[in-house]
């Protein structure tokens, strides 16, 4: 059974600070792994897809990279803003579902 | 290009009583999956639809069963409520029935509470 973990639960940084969340799978078999955002309240805002057979992807301000092999992955995030504040959800897909970690909350603060 | 739309965003229902929870797919998204989201934790995998057929299932009981339209919108129907199923439900769509090359669009939510 997959499982999904992220570390850390909870991050506090100041404006501007560069800064790494981790996600890590208990199950290499899978297709792709995936990071969102989800505000207060909200949905889920897919940020980056990295298929199984990629390293890295990247957009703007984050960089998502991906070891299968280790069962590890990580988001970065460049020159944190106030508004990057919500909940990072990594989720890998097995199948045709997701299985998502419990998310890593994130306040940057101004 | 109309994103997913959810409704209602709130309910409020007793314990034993039944509820259905609607969706609208993105434009041209024939794929439907809906998601459990209690609070604090991620949200599991309840089941996915695809042209109307029933395409992969979570470990939910029964009681949690699905429609998909031929325009495919789908319900999510709970019957017999239990205070566990206070959470928020996401429906998510997605062109791709794999899901392999295409993330998840998702909706902002329906916040169902059992009391």
């Known amino acids: 059974k997959q499982e999904v973990t992220q570390i850390p639960a909870a991050l506090s940084v100041p404006e501007g600070e560069n800064l790494v969340l981790n996600c890590s799978f208990t199950?290499?078999?899978?297709?792709?792994l995936q990071w969102f955002r989800q505000d207060p309240g909200k949905g889920l805002t897919s940020l980056l897809l990295?298929?199984?057979?990629?390293r890295e992807q990247t957009s703007g301000r984050l960089n998502a990279s991906l070891d299968k092999s280790s069962g590890r992955s990580t988001l970065y995030i460049a020159a944190s803003q106030p508004g990057d504040s919500a909940t990072y959800l990594c989720?890998?897909?097995?199948?045709?579902?997701?299985?998502f970690g419990a998310g890593t909350i994130l306040r940057v603060k101004s | 290009e109309t994103g997913v739309t959810q409704s209602p965003t709130h309910l409020i229902k007793t314990r034993g009583q039944q509820v259905t929870l609607r969706c609208s797919s993105q434009?041209?998204?024939?794929?439907v999956s809906w998601y459990q989201q209690a609070l604090g934790q991620g949200p599991q995998f309840i089941f996915q639809?695809?042209?109307?057929?029933?395409?992969g299932r979570g470990n939910f009981p029964p009681r949690f069963s699905g429609l998909q339209f031929p325009n495919y919108s789908s319900e999510l129907n709970v019957n017999a409520l239990e205070l566990d199923d206070s959470a928020l439900y996401l429906c998510?769509?997605?062109?791709?029935?794999?899901?392999?090359?295409?993330?998840?669009?998702f909706g902002n939510g329906t916040r169902l509470t059992v009391t």
């Open positions: 989720a890998v897909l097995g199948g045709n579902k997701l299985v």
């Open positions: 639809y695809y042209r109307e057929e029933e395409n």
């Open positions: 998510a769509s997605s062109p791709d029935r794999l899901l392999h090359n295409s993330p998840l669009h």
């Open positions: 990295i298929q199984s057979s990629q």
């Open positions: 199950d290499s078999a899978i297709y792709n």
């Open positions: 434009s041209g998204h024939n794929t």
